[in-house]
């Protein structure tokens, strides 16, 4: 079983940036596509970012492009979501999961506990 921790969420002004962190343990995810997913209150998840195993295909939202970049260090076993130039929009809860390339859904069902992000104007 794979164990995905997200890190990395806090409070920023408009146009601040963060930088997310998704530390996998349990198995290793080299050959794993990787995605990020946000959920803000009311509102369905939805996919952010995604990486193939080896970065070689990526997908953004149309609202993120331009402002986000997702990462894979497979000998860390971790993934990154730099975040800039965030929007209040962008507030919502964060998770990370493995996904399926093409479509971008999660493969897993089971979700971590997500990192908060909040931006004020």
């Known amino acids: 079983q794979v164990q995905l921790v997200e890190s990395g969420g ?5 146009g601040g940036s963060l930088r997310l962190s998704c530390a996998a343990s349990g198995r290793t995810i080299t050959f794993y596509a990787m995605g990020w997913f946000r959920q803000a209150p009311g509102k369905e998840r939805e ?3 995604g990486t193939s195993w080896n970065g070689g295909s990526t997908y953004y939202t149309d609202s993120v492009k331009g402002r986000f970049l997702i990462s894979k260090d497979n000998a860390r076993n971790t993934v990154y979501l730099q975040m800039n130039s965030l929007k209040p929009e962008d ?3 964060y998770y990370c ?3 399926f390339l093409g479509s971008w859904r999660p493969q897993s069902d089971y979700w971590g506990q997500g990192t908060q992000v909040t931006v004020s104007s």
């Open 10 to 14: 806090g409070s920023v002004q408009a």
């Open 97 to 99: 999961n493995t996904v």
């Open 47 to 49: 996919i952010v970012a």
């Open 91 to 93: 507030t919502a809860k």
